[in-house]
DNA sequence: GCTGACGTACTCGGATAACGTTTGTCCGAGTCCGATAGG
DNA sequence: CCTATCGGACTCGGACAAACGTTATCCGAGTACGTCAGC
């Protein structure tokens, strides 16, 4: 039960992205978060292939969001990045072994199933009530006012 | 962002071993739910290791569950044998690159993994709510009511 | 002076290796039951 | 007939390989800007 790490770079680059619509390199990003430009463009990929990020090419380009931060939940990055599959996967054990049960009898999903379902609904329906939004308000207020400004400006220099 | 597979026979096996005393070997689960012995032994020691079943060794030995099946959640068992830990793993990213926040100066935890966090609780208090006696439950009622006595007097043939 | 085409440098994108974790397997240590021999 | 001992077989437990997924990397395709020649 691991989430990829990536989901994190993922997150913060949406962060530093809100609220300019100038695009941002994948290079400058990694130098920024002092992570591995190669791979953090990977995740930059996959953000782009949802449709959260446009980008956009040649000199001057580089990623940008595709819409205000406040319309981004933080779920639908997870789900870019770590892929939107349940964690939990049902083999149908019940229908395997001596006494197995006949497909027509097993009501889907089965109880177990179920219960990791509703588990699964929970835990998005929590990420789903973030936006990006709140995460750069939450930086604003606990690290400085001045903090995603400096961010942009470095950015965009 | 992936649960071990050992988890669904984990619960399977618990959810049988409900409501009889008698000791089950572990391959006899295995022989029933039709999936590898070796391996889903390796499921047991987890669960044996966390308190929740007790191992009898020599002839007639096997595997019992320690408490009522009604006081065993299905949290317990998922954190049994695919461990406790929390998905997400904050590495503190602010704290490095060009601009890096001052260690002091972070709030712990930060806004992402608090938000993480609290999916994480969401999910696994839904987990929680459930018990193996439950599922049990479910098992009579929607497959049949004479299915989990038939499995009992199967394993303890 | 203006316009068009060209070259260049920079960008993303997908295909390609290395590592770690999970999955799967094996054999050894320990223990209980049954048989057996003695009282 | 009862009891203590011994043997055997069955059990779990941890240590040992293989496979998959994640992590990390590279090079090629495409595009926008700046330059330069022509009108």
Same sequence: chains 1, 2.
Avoid: N
Wanted: aromatic share 4%; glycine share 8%; net charge neutral.
């Amino acid at each position: 039960m691991k989430m990829s790490g990536g989901v994190e770079w993922g997150l913060h680059c949406c962060v530093v992205l809100s609220g300019s619509g100038e695009p941002v390199p994948a290079a400058r990003l990694a130098e920024f978060h002092d992570v591995s430009a190669t791979y953090l463009a990977k995740q930059l990929q996959a953000l782009s292939r949802a449709g959260l990020v446009r980008s956009t090419q040649g000199q001057a380009g580089g990623y940008a969001l595709t819409r205000p931060a406040a319309e981004i939940s933080v779920l639908e990055v997870v789900e870019a990045i770590d892929g939107a599959d349940p964690a939990f996967r049902c083999t149908e054990v019940r229908q395997r072994g001596p006494l197995a049960a006949a497909p027509e009898a097993c009501t889907r999903p089965c109880g177990i199933a179920a219960v990791m379902g509703a588990a699964d609904r929970a835990w998005r329906e929590s990420l789903r009530a973030v936006t990006i939004a709140d995460l750069a308000a939450d930086v604003t207020r606990t690290v400085g006012v001045d903090t995603l400004p400096r961010a942009r400006a470095w950015l965009t220099r």
